[in-house]
């Protein structure tokens, strides 16, 4: 599994060790809810958990947990996911998802994780495009997304909430 460094940050894949940092994160009402409907509950967070370190062994990538590398301060996750949802268009490409902890929001730290994370997807996966699905409301992802070149392809449904679907090509020119 894959560790990749930034000027700033050290991604790690997840792992049981995070399941702490996680429930803090995915249990701020204030996080939580610019994706999902609510806050999760430590068991909820757990099956996430279980479900991305599985990912890794299954697919060869998955989610990193971001810290800063100074002092090992937990900043939040970006991921490269399979999660086969269940949506019209249905997802053809691998899906990138990012969240970082309110304290650590504007400083630069999830276009630093992010951009991590697609330079590894654009060399190591050797696929023409990424996706990844915002919530319409959510002008901050909106905004980071187009600075690292996502564009919108479509809106739907999922989970009955609506969503927007963006797109990525791939910057590394294929052989």
Not at 34 to 52: C, K, N, S
Not at 162 to 174: F, S, Y
Request: negative net charge; contains cysteine.
């Amino acid at each position: 599994m894959t560790v990749l460094t930034t000027e700033r940050l050290t991604l790690t894949p997840v792992s049981v060790a995070d399941y702490e940092d996680l429930c803090a994160l995915w249990g701020n009402e204030g996080f939580a809810t610019a994706i999902l409907p609510q806050a999760m509950t430590p068991e909820d967070v757990w099956f996430r958990l279980l479900r991305d370190i599985g990912q890794w062994q299954v697919r060869a990538y998955g989610s990193w947990s971001v810290r800063l590398t100074a002092d090992g301060d937990y900043v939040g996750s970006v991921g490269v996911l399979d999660h086969r949802r269940m949506m019209t268009p249905a997802f053809d490409a691998p899906e990138l998802g990012w969240g970082v902890a309110p304290r650590f929001q504007g400083h630069g730290l999830a276009f630093e994780a992010l951009n991590a994370a697609l330079i590894w997807c654009d060399h190591t996966l050797k696929v023409p495009r990424t996706v990844c699905m915002i919530d319409p409301d959510n002008t901050p992802s909106h905004a980071l997304a187009r600075r690292v070149g996502y564009v919108p392809y479509a809106e739907t449904s999922y989970k009955a909430a609506t969503v927007v679907l963006l797109e990525r090509p791939t910057m590394v020119r294929q052989a």
